[in-house]
T-cell receptor, first 116, second 115 residues
Framework: AQSVTQLGSHVSVSEGALVLLRCNYSSSVPPYLFWYVQYPNQGLQLLLKYTSAATLVKGINGFEAEFKKSETSFHLTKPSAHMSDAAEYFCAVSEATGGSQGNLIFGKGTKLSVKP | DVKVTQSSRYLVKRTGEKVFLECVQDMDHENMFWYRQDPGLGLRLIYFSYDVKMKEKGDIPEGYSVSREKKERFSLILESASTNQTSMYLC??????????????FGPGTRLTVL
């Protein structure tokens, strides 16, 4: 069965510092991996996704993530945090199978705070 | 741009009331989903639908039902609301189903409070 673990429910960085949000997954078949962002009182918005093309995936707002099969990880990074990055971030995995087994499984989320 | 709308942003209901949450998407997507979001628990799938009049249970269907009479509309029904159903409810849609890598597009959410 697939699962997602996000290390750290809260992460705090200073403006201009590196952002690193960790995501590890388990999957018995090749996965699709997603990062979503949720700003306060809004729905989720796709940041980026991995669908077995390039292992380094670039997303919106300067974020990127690297798929590392050997580490079963898909960590999200941004070189320089901005105040507007403060939000909750969700990692999700979907297995490349049909039916309900292929539905998205979400991690519990990581709240990112950015200090001025 | 894909647009997923939900009928209410905030809703307050009383215990025992029947509650309808409506979701509409404008991109002719085959698949629609209802999630519940609670602090520290992430998103949990309640029900999903792969086609009109088709529905399947997700991880936490108890106390909920759904209806999909038209392709663009997916309704979540709380037959008799209880206080433990106080939560944020998120609707999503995607062109194809799970296991395809298709992006799910989310609505803004409905924050439901049951008193």
């Amino acid at each position: 069965a697939q699962s997602v673990t996000q290390l750290g429910s809260h992460v705090s960085v200073s403006e201009g510092a590196l952002v690193l949000l960790r995501c590890n997954y388990s999957s018995s078949v090749p996965p699709y991996l997603f990062w979503y962002v949720q700003y306060p009182n809004q729905g989720l918005q796709l940041l980026l996704k991995y669908t077995s093309a390039a292992t380094l995936v670039k997303g919106i707002n300067g974020f990127e993530a690297e798929f590392k099969k050997s580490e079963t990880s898909f960590h999200l990074t941004k070189p320089s945090a901005h105040m507007s990055d403060a939000a909750e971030y969700f990692c999700a995995v979907s297995e490349a199978t049909g039916g309900s087994q292929g539905n998205l499984i979400f991690g519990k989320g990581t709240k990112l705070s950015v200090k001025p | 741009d894909v647009k997923v709308t939900q009928s209410s942003r905030y809703l307050v209901k009383r215990t025992g009331e029947k509650v309808f949450l409506e979701c509409v998407q404008d991109m002719d997507h085959e698949n629609m989903f209802w999630y519940r979001q609670d602090p520290g628990l992430g998103l949990r799938l309640i029900y999903f639908s792969y086609d009109v009049k088709m529905k399947e249970k997700g991880d936490i269907p108890e106390g909920y039902s759904v209806s999909r009479e038209k392709k663009e509309r997916f309704s979540l029904i709380l037959e008799s609301a209880s206080t433990n159903q106080t939560s944020m409810y998120l609707c999503a849609s995607s062109f194809r189903g799970g296991g395809t890598g298709d992006t799910q597009y989310f609505g803004p959410g409905t924050r439901l409070t049951v008193l």
